[in-house]
């Protein structure tokens, strides 16, 4: 069965996705022994935070016609779906991610899991786009990828801080 979804859905996956993400970074902080490292995630988490919020703003800007509801839906399943979709897609917003760090992870180590993390995320966005109608705000997801991509830049220039 095929699921049709709006930009209000998959802005709303966008925000879960990224509040998993902050609690990736915020986990692996409080597993470093070494400040610096800390601060770093600390840090990381934050960039999250602040992308949770333009994800937010975009939401307030979207039209009402990128709300329509594309199911009747009386018990809110939906809702539950895409909560999962973002839980387990296997990207930045995977809880399992911040479960599976031990502790003993470097930070440089951190920062390339989180690259590929964020590169599984776009994956992720790009195979949802067949899944919102051109009507529904289907421009909204490269909205949401090229806030992906930026993730990914600012990880690279941490990395190459933390290797100067």
């Known amino acids: 069965m095929r699921y049709d979804f709006n930009a209000d859905e998959m802005l709303k996956i966008a925000?879960?996705?990224e509040e998993n993400g902050a609690r990736f970074y915020r986990k692996a902080a409080e597993r470093q022994?070494?400040?610096r490292n800390r601060e770093t995630l600390e840090q990381l988490a934050g960039m999250e935070d602040t992308h949770k919020v333009t994800f937010e703003k975009m939401r307030t800007r979207i039209s009402e016609a990128e709300k329509t509801q594309t199911v009747f839906d009386p018990l809110n399943e939906s809702a539950q779906y895409l909560a999962a979709?973002?839980?387990t897609h296997g990207?930045?917003?995977s809880p399992a991610a911040a479960d599976a760090l031990?502790?003993?992870e470097s930070i440089t180590e951190i920062i390339d899991i989180a690259l590929g993390l964020e590169k599984e995320s776009i994956l992720?966005?790009?195979g949802l786009k067949d899944m919102v109608p051109p009507n529904l705000g289907r421009d909204r997801l490269d909205d949401i990828i090229r806030?992906?991509?930026q993730h990914i830049i600012q990880l690279n220039s941490f990395r190459r801080k933390l290797q100067a």
């Open 102 to 104: 031990t502790g003993k």
């Open 124 to 126: 992720f966005y790009i």
């Open 15 to 17: 925000i879960r996705i």
């Open 85 to 87: 979709m973002a839980d």
């Open 33 to 35: 022994s070494e400040l």
């Open 91 to 93: 990207g930045e917003g």
């Open 147 to 149: 806030q992906e991509r």
